[in-house]
């Protein structure tokens, strides 16, 4: 069994909000998650997993400390697992010099290039995280689901669509969403991927829910929300792109929900108001 350290551990609404570091194999340096588990009342049960994925310049910290999550979590009794957004001190040139790329932003992808190689947030995530939280945590793995903000709603998004059957749902707060079009992406990606755009398309939800076409009556609906005053969105600004997902989610026949809240940001206030409906979007897919 890996060895996991805890780091810390605080009394959350009858639950325990903890994290754990570890060493990771996929990203070849020391990782950080956090684990919320909700109240136990008897021994030996088993609680339905929620994972969830941060954007860029987050750590393990940030959704466990402003969205206020635990409530939800505490309620529907739900172990909630974050990772952090990247390896980190890997001394790759250039990893600290950008807020957007390198350390803090890895994108949930595997990254193919020489340089970037241990950038591998996407096998960390769909395998070695869920592997880990199986062996050490009261949880049951039948009951999986995932959801994100930002970056990580562009991670929870393609997670679900290229994984049919691991995930019960997913949602997102202002994704990421066609990532090769986005100036954020087309850096990442051409820096972890490499130039070829064909390889860009494994790693985009909007070409994924695209491929979906004919399976749309298998996927539940997928919910997401997205502020109308988000800085990267508002005036035309072309980095999050929803409506390209919605388009061709439509085209796919695949279920979607795209919820604009007027007047919101793309903050971490936006993630506290909304992350409740977010609780029980997933809570009717995990809660038997
Ligand atoms: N300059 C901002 C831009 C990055 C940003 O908005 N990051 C979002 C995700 S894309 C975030 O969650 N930031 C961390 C926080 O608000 O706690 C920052 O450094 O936080």
Not at 67 to 95: C, M, W
Request: net charge negative; glycine share 10%; proline share 5%.
């Amino acid at each position: 069994m890996a060895e996991l350290e805890e780091v810390s551990s605080a009394k959350c609404f009858g639950g325990y909000q903890k994290i754990f570091k570890h060493k990771s194999a996929e990203l070849g340096s020391e990782a950080n998650f956090s684990v919320y588990i909700p109240p136990i009342f008897t021994q030996n049960e088993t609680f339905p997993v929620l994972y969830w994925l941060s954007g860029l310049t987050c750590t393990e910290k940030n959704f466990i400390e402003k969205s206020g999550f635990q409530q939800y979590a505490s309620q529907h009794k739900v172990v909630v697992v974050g990772p952090d957004t990247s390896p980190r001190g890997l001394n790759i040139e250039g990893e600290e010099d950008s807020w957007d790329f390198g350390t803090g932003a890895g994108y949930y992808v595997d990254a193919i290039t020489e340089k970037w190689k241990n950038y591998r947030m996407y096998s960390y995530v769909t395998k070695e995280l869920p592997t880990l939280v199986q062996q050490n945590f009261p949880v049951d793995p039948t009951r999986q689901s995932i959801f994100g903000h930002s970056m990580g709603g562009h991670g929870a998004l393609i997670c679900f669509l290229k994984n049919p059957g691991m995930f019960k749902s997913v949602s997102a707060l202002a994704p990421i969403a066609n990532m090769s079009m986005s100036p954020w992406g087309m850096r990442a990606f051409t820096a972890y991927l490499g130039p070829d755009k064909e390889a860009w398309k494994e790693y985009d939800a909007t070409e994924l829910v695209r491929k979906q076409a004919g399976k749309g009556g298998e996927i539940p609906e997928i919910l997401i929300d997205q502020g109308t005053e988000d800085e990267w969105f508002k005036d035309g600004k072309a980095y999050l792109l929803p409506e390209h997902f919605v388009d061709a989610a439509k085209e796919a026949g695949v279920p979607v929900k795209l919820r604009m809240q007027e007047g919101y940001g793309h903050n971490y206030y936006f993630v506290s108001t909304f992350i409740r409906d977010h609780f029980e979007h997933h809570a009717k897919h995990l809660t038997k």
